[in-house]
Nanobody, 125 residues
């Protein structure tokens, strides 16, 4: 059974950091592009960062470039999103997804074959 489970969300002050984890089971993450998406109340879901199968290419949305880093650990079948210099506008539910797409196509097209249940990130003082 294919499953993606996000963890690592929480409440953090502006300027702080969080690391989100996306643990996969039922398939090998290295064979899929894995992406992080977020959806804030009243807003559409947006692609935050995606990494290609084989981990050769990454894509970052303009709003997170230079602050977020996506990476993968094949031994743990897990993909991470390191989020630094967090801002209140980063507050959202963050979802991970897997897709047979390029990293850019996945993030820009908001595409996922499998989705996790989401984890809440709140940036507030």
């Amino acid at each position: 059974q294919v499953q993606l489970v996000e963890s690592g969300g929480g409440l953090v002050q502006p300027g702080g950091s969080l690391r989100l984890s996306c643990a996969a089971s039922g398939f090998t993450v290295d064979y899929y592009a894995i992406g992080w998406f977020r959806q804030a109340p009243g807003k559409e879901r947006e692609g935050v960062s995606c990494i290609s199968s084989g981990r050769h290419f990454t894509y970052y949305g303009d709003s997170v470039k230079g602050r977020f880093t996506i990476s993968g650990d094949n031994a743990k079948n897990t993909v991470y999103l390191q989020m630094n210099s967090l801002k209140p506008e980063d507050t959202a539910v963050y979802y991970c997804a897997a897709a047979r797409q390029s990293s850019q196509a996945m993030c820009v097209g908001n595409i996922g074959d499998y989705w996790g249940q989401g984890t809440q990130v709140t940036v507030s003082s």
